[in-house]
T-cell receptor, first 116, second 112 residues
Framework: DTAVSQTPKYLVTQMGNDKSIKCEQNLGHDTMYWYKQDSKKFLKIMFSYNNKELIINETVPNRFSPKSPDKAHLNLHINSLELGDSAVYFC???????????????FGPGTRLTVL | DAKTTQPPSMDCAEGRAANLPCNHSTISGNEYVYWYRQIHSQGPQYIIHGLKNNETNEMASLIITEDRKSSTLILPHATLRDTAVYYCIVRSLNQAGTALIFGKGTTLSVSS
């Protein structure tokens, strides 16, 4: 009964390939996020979606394309992978009804991407 | 950039209270203080948050100064499993989907 799940957990691939990471949450949340944690352990937001609408799109190469088929899923597709894309990618979700004060984000276990 | 400043590392003996400080001198009136932690190789985990009053839950207590420019996370009886990186984050709730802006955090090492 994992709250936020990601697949795969590990992904090793060659430069230039296209890959996808899937994220699903069973919490009934309306907002989902993708964060990237690089080798220096800095966690940075990439995207956020609220009710399937893109809210945040940080300075991320357009090789990265998030797709939200429904409120429970936010997948990350990466084209033409580069060495610098190697990192751990975390998906998260939260419930963002205005006026609530909870809004804590629940994170998935992460996907470790290694580009060779 | 993160709006918070934390010491890079702290040590704590098992069973003792761990007090983790955080400075957020530029915090706005509508911004909350959140604490998360990241245990090695896992996703960040929510601990607690507050606006201006002190807060307590089953994991920790949060003490916010009256001027809201700093706060302290207290783990009352630290265990070895509390060894992690602790992040203090200020976040506005005015817009849905607002991201968490992580700084470098404090690496807490709990030893027996």
């Amino acid at each position: 009964d994992t709250a936020v799940s990601q697949t795969p957990k590990y992904l090793v691939t060659q430069m230039g390939n296209d890959k996808s990471i899937k994220c699903e949450q069973n919490l009934g949340h309306d907002t989902m996020y993708w964060y990237k944690q690089d080798s220096k352990k800095f966690l940075k937001i990439m995207f956020s979606y609220n009710n399937k609408e893109l809210i945040i799109n940080e300075t991320v190469p357009n090789r990265f394309s998030p797709k939200s088929p429904d409120k429970a899923h936010l997948n990350l597709h990466i084209n033409s992978l580069e060495l610098g894309d190697s990192a751990v990618y975390f998906c998260a979700s939260s419930q963002e009804n205005m006026g609530r004060v909870e809004n804590e984000q629940f994170f998935g276990p992460g996907t470790r991407l290694t580009v060779l | 950039d993160a709006k918070t400043t934390q010491p890079p590392s702290m040590d704590c003996a098992e069973g003792r209270a761990a007090n983790l400080p955080c400075n957020h001198s530029t915090i706005s009136g509508n911004e909350y203080v959140y604490w998360y932690r990241q245990i090695h190789s896992q996703g960040p985990q929510y601990i607690i948050h507050g606006l201006k009053n002190n807060e307590t839950n089953e994991m920790a207590s949060l003490i916010i100064t009256e001027d809201r420019k700093s706060s302290t996370l207290i783990l009352p009886h630290a265990t070895l499993r509390d060894t992690a990186v602790y992040y203090c984050i200020v976040r506005s709730l005015n817009q849905a989907g607002t991201a968490l802006i992580f700084g470098k955090g404090t690496t807490l090492s709990v030893s027996s």
